[in-house]
């Protein structure tokens, strides 16, 4: 990897890690400090947890599109200031309405997949692999700091002061973006990095990758879920809200480590499916507990131990999935899907867990969302087999374009299964078994 593809994957990296910090921080504590706005009720608060998430999914594609057209860096710049302005009218918010406008305001800077475009056009196709597994690392250290932090810095600064810092590190990362990220010489339409209008109605018949779909769906509307009633749990427990990190750090740290193994087992023993439905079940199993374990601080410790044991599993093995079962060609767009309904389920949480906690108690947010983890164990029971294949992009010559064998001489190559070639993007599209692929057969074939 060259010095300059080492500096903008670091880049790209820390851009995403700040504004997904700024989002994750205000999760342990939100639920704890918006009661207190003026025409709060727990549902409101509920909405306003997960409101974010619903101008997410609706900007996400538009946002992509509009890229190719003007440049990735003019609209991540675009995007990062809505989330800076968003996280602003958060702090300045007097009354709930406010504080779920500003929250809609931060999640319509809609930029990830904006982010990985640009990340494509700036590194080599060897090295892109990589460069995914740094952006997706630094997703996952940013949540699990957020979780931890955001307690502490609430305490200190307030929840206005939180959104605040928020709305800084936002303008941090526009920094970081003019000065330190190259401006790409040319824009590559790469189906492996972002949706495509067009292949969405086949993204839409595969029941594969809908199912996984479902299951980010279901995840991530559970998990916000859960966040309108624990940090609340943890009070009536006998936790003051300073104090919650000591839950939250342990839990988050000991979860890590007893994830890896169910990562390697379903990587290098080819059992994802099995992992995969052991990782709800674990999640069935922690609000199980949390119902029965509210009184207690240990019982709702080891509760979220296990949630986030699963979360973790699920959240490193979903995204690998989808790469799995994507067709050649297609990652991209099913990936867009699968964002797409994880943003939505992030607001379907914060709604159900607002309105079950107003209604029913701070059991019935953990009774009441039961059901979508049984409809996803369905769902993995029925499941196929993945095959283990990963993507890989080729960009073509005008000459190799225009041979007729190309396809026939790329399927003979051992460890390719599958090819598209799209003349317009100038590119083919192939599914590899890494264990038999050699990238440098490639040169056998005049591309």
């Excluded at 409101?51 to 509009?66: D, E, K, N, R, S």
């Excluded at 057209?69 to 709930?96: E, H, N, T, Y």
């Excluded at 919650?244 to 990562?263: A, D, E, G, K, N």
């Excluded at 087992?265 to 999640?283: D, H, S, T, Y």
């Amino acid at each position: 990897m060259s010095p300059i593809e080492t500096r903008t994957i670091s880049t790209l990296a820390l851009i995403y890690a700040l504004r997904m910090f700024g989002l994750f921080m205000v999760l342990p504590v939100l639920a704890l400090y918006a009661s207190d706005y003026e025409g709060a009720s727990a549902t409101l608060v509920g909405v306003a947890i997960g409101a974010y998430g619903l101008t997410q999914a609706c900007l996400q594609l538009p946002f992509g599109v509009w890229s190719d057209r003007i440049g990735r860096k003019p609209v991540i710049l675009i995007g990062l200031a809505l989330f800076s302005a968003g996280s602003a009218m958060c702090a300045m918010a007097d009354d709930i309405w406010m504080l779920v406008l500003g929250r809609a305001l931060q999640g319509a800077g809609a930029v990830a997949s904006t982010l990985m475009a640009l990340m494509t056009d700036l590194t080599r196709e060897e090295n892109r692999t990589k460069a995914m597994a740094s952006i997706g690392a630094s997703i996952g250290l940013s949540f699990t700091l957020a979780m931890v932090i955001g307690p502490i810095l609430a305490t200190w600064l307030g929840l206005s002061g939180l959104f605040m810092l928020t709305a800084i590190l936002a303008i941090l990362a526009m920094f970081l973006l003019v000065a330190a990220v190259p401006t790409p010489k040319q824009q590559i339409r790469s189906r492996d990095a972002r949706a495509f209008v067009n292949q969405l109605g086949d993204v839409f018949k595969d029941k594969q990758i809908l199912r996984l779909s479902y299951g980010i769906f279901a995840l991530h509307a559970v998990l916000v879920a859960c966040f309108v009633a624990v940090p609340v749990a943890l009070v009536k427990a006998g936790l003051v809200q300073n104090a919650h990190w000591q839950v939250y750090l342990p839990v988050m740290l000991v979860s890590f480590v007893f994830m890896v193994p169910f990562i390697i087992i379903g990587e290098k023993r080819q059992k994802m499916k099995q992992v995969l439905l052991i990782a709800v079940l674990l999640l069935i199993v922690s609000l199980m507990l949390l119902t029965l374990e509210l009184n207690s601080i240990a019982g709702i410790s080891f509760a979220l131990w296990v949630f986030f044991v699963a979360f973790n599993i699920l959240e490193a093995s979903l995204p690998s999935l989808v790469s799995k079962f994507a067709p050649a060609g297609f990652k991209g767009s099913a990936m867009g899907v699968y964002s797409t309904c994880q943003f939505l389920g992030a607001f379907a949480g914060g709604m159900l867990g607002g309105y079950l906690s107003e209604y029913f108690g701070l059991v019935g947010v953990f009774i009441g969302t039961l059901p979508l983890l049984l409809i996803w164990v369905v769902l993995v029971m029925t499941m196929a087999k993945p095959r283990h294949l990963s993507s890989y992009r080729v960009a073509l010559t005008t000459q190799a374009c225009a041979n007729e064998q190309l396809e026939q001489d790329l399927l003979a190559i051992s460890g390719v299964h599958e090819v598209v070639i799209m003349l317009k993007d100038q590119a083919a599209y192939l599914k590899v078994d890494n264990t038999t692929f050699n990238p440098t057969s490639l040169k056998q074939i005049n591309i």
